[in-house]
């Protein structure tokens, strides 16, 4: 029941930006982008979510296309602990919303 | 920082054996969820609880999994009898109420051997 397509994997240069991609071509109007990340063997954390605009907290930064069908996730300087797999969700309902997880995409920050 | 418990945090059970969970939601978290995550893929809702009342329990398979949220608190997710395939991690993650960000436990690793 996923909603978004992402890559299964990319990897990104420790100090560099890591921009990760996600695709709901089929959002509606009122369904929120999250995103999740999860560390090997821990419960996955969250970073940051959005509607329409763009938004930035100490995490990441979520930038939203203007059709709302796909967004980008942006870790400003990744660092070694930054590799994780990260999940973009679309949050579906109006009531007793439900947070489905595809298979994300597994970041490999390199040194 | 508030944090959802979880425990146990490692479980080998054998086949038929029961086995249970326990959550602890952060305080004052309304909507409770559990989700299992199978190695290599994207967790799944099992059940989503609000306050003591499930609200989605569509993925659950009922012939052998049970959740309950007596007094809307915390929740127990219970499994008679495991199998083999039950082999997973079980996360539960509160949120304020429907419609709000979702916090994860760290998580409970089942083995069923």
């Known amino acids: 029941d996923a909603k978004t397509t992402q890559p299964p994997s990319m990897d990104c240069a420790e100090g560099r930006a890591a921009n990760l991609p996600c695709n709901h071509s089929?959002?509606?109007?009122?369904?929120?982008v999250y995103w999740y990340r999860q560390i090997h063997s821990q419960g996955p954390q969250y970073i940051i979510h959005?509607?329409?605009n763009n938004e930035t907290n100490e995490m990441a930064s979520l930038i939203i296309t203007e059709d709302r069908k796909s967004s980008t996730l942006i870790l400003p300087h990744a660092t070694l602990r930054d590799t994780a797999v990260y999940y973009c969700i679309v949050r579906v309902g109006y009531n007793f919303n439900k947070f489905y997880f595809g298979s994300g995409t597994k970041l490999n920050v390199k040194p | 920082e508030a944090e959802v418990a979880q425990s146990p945090r490692y479980k080998i059970t054998e086949k038929s054996q029961a086995v249970a969970f326990w959550c602890d939601p952060i305080s004052g978290h309304a909507t409770l969820y559990w989700y299992r995550q199978i190695l290599g893929q994207g967790p799944e809702l099992l059940v989503q609880?609000?306050?003591?009342?499930?609200v989605d329990d569509s993925q659950l398979p009922k012939d052998r999994f049970s959740a309950e949220r007596l007094k809307g608190v915390d929740s127990t997710l219970k499994i008679q009898p495991a199998e083999l395939g039950d082999s997973a991690m079980y996360l539960c993650?509160?949120?304020w109420g429907d419609g709000n960000t979702i916090y994860f436990g760290e998580g409970s690793w089942l083995t069923v051997v």
């Open positions: 959005g509607l329409k």
């Open positions: 993650a509160s949120s």
């Open positions: 089929t959002i509606s109007g009122n369904e929120y």
């Open positions: 609880f609000q306050d003591e009342s499930v």
